[in-house]
Nanobody
């Protein structure tokens, strides 16, 4: 069992930056790929980024490529999402998720555990 808790969301202006954190419980955190997803009002949950167990492989949605950076610190059981040059269309609830795999996956239905989400609001 893995419990995930996101933090770091907030209200910012377009062009600003935020760093989201996702703290995981359990001693086996480093066997999980960690993903970030987001869900805007009236929209389906959307893949944002994923990082493999070691941090050696990352993957991004086209909409955030070049602006967002995912990273992880397995010693702290934490994964991060650094978000730069934020746009109003980035407004959403951001969720982290864990998938026990050596690779990376992007489909939300494939993930085993989810956090409760953190709100990110970007004003024009």
């Amino acid at each position: 069992q893995v419990q995930l808790v996101e933090s770091g969301g907030g209200l910012v202006q377009a062009g600003d930056s935020l760093r989201l954190s996702c703290a995981g419980s359990g001693r086996t955190f480093n066997v999980y790929a960690m993903g970030w997803f987001r869900q805007g009002p009236g929209k389906e949950r959307q893949f944002v980024s994923v990082i493999n167990w070691s941090g050696g492989t990352t993957y991004y949605a086209d909409s955030v490529k070049g602006r967002f950076t995912i990273s992880r610190d397995n010693a702290k059981n934490t994964v991060y999402l650094e978000m730069n040059s934020l746009k109003p269309e980035d407004t959403a609830v951001y969720y982290c998720a864990a998938k026990r795999t050596l690779g990376v996956v992007t489909g939300p239905l494939l993930y085993d555990y989810w956090g409760q989400g953190t709100q990110v609001t970007v004003s024009p």
